[in-house]
Structures are given as structure tokens and as C-alpha cells.
């Protein structure tokens, strides 16, 4: 399984991406390029992606097929991070405080 990061660039979605899923695959390991880096075969959706990944960036898949996630779900840009698009602003309000005032805005 190969570790994804559930956050944009420096922008921060929730605190850790809570319900974002931290690996995506599995994916077959061509090749062992030295004791800590592993080449891995990636589909078609991240051929964008270089191909070799320290160990710290994989994790142990165990073969349960509920457990995978297909790519086609996932929006992931060159730098493995999760893509989020705005669906709808829900609740827009303007908090008052003593000298200033903070937009406040819901977002799904």
C-alpha cells in the first residue's frame, strides 16, 4: 500500500484529513532498488508519479479486497495530495465582534 498525504499543498482541509484515506493501492513491487527503496508497478491514473518509494511511504497489504479503495474515487495530483473541490456554500454569517467582523462560511 502506497501512503497519500490528506492535505492541499500548505492549505489544510480539517485538522489531519480525519476521514481521508491515508493508503491507496495495493500495488505489485517490480523490483527492490536498495534495502530502503522499492519500485512499484502504478496504474494508468498516476503515471505522472515516479515509480520508486522509500519503505517509510509503504505499508504491509494484507489481502483483504473490502479494504481496497479503487482509484477512480481518489483525486490525486503529482505530489500524491488529495484534490478537493467546493460542492456548496451552506450557511454564510458575519460574527460582530468589538471593532471588526469575521465571515463565517460552511462548506460541503
Known amino acids: 500500500m502506497l501512503k497519500v498525504f490528506p492535505r492541499k499543498g500548505v492549505i489544510r482541509f480539517r485538522k489531519r484529513g480525519k ?54 474515487k481518489l483525486r490525486l495530483d503529482d505530489k500524491l495530495n488529495f484534490v478537493e473541490e467546493l460542492v456548496e456554500i451552506k450557511d454564510p454569517e458575519v460574527k460582530q465582534l468589538k471593532q471588526s467582523r469575521i465571515s463565517i462560511i460552511k462548506v460541503r
Open 19 to 72: 476521514f481521508n484515506p491515508r493508503y491507496i493501492g495495493p500495488f505489485k513491487i517490480l523490483e527492490q532498488i536498495s534495502p530502503v527503496a522499492y519500485k512499484l508497478e502504478l496504474p494508468e491514473e498516476l503515471s505522472n508519479v515516479h515509480s520508486t518509494f522509500h519503505i517509510s511511504n509503504l505499508n504491509k497489504c494484507l489481502s483483504d479486497k473490502s479494504l481496497v479503495i479503487p482509484m477512480k
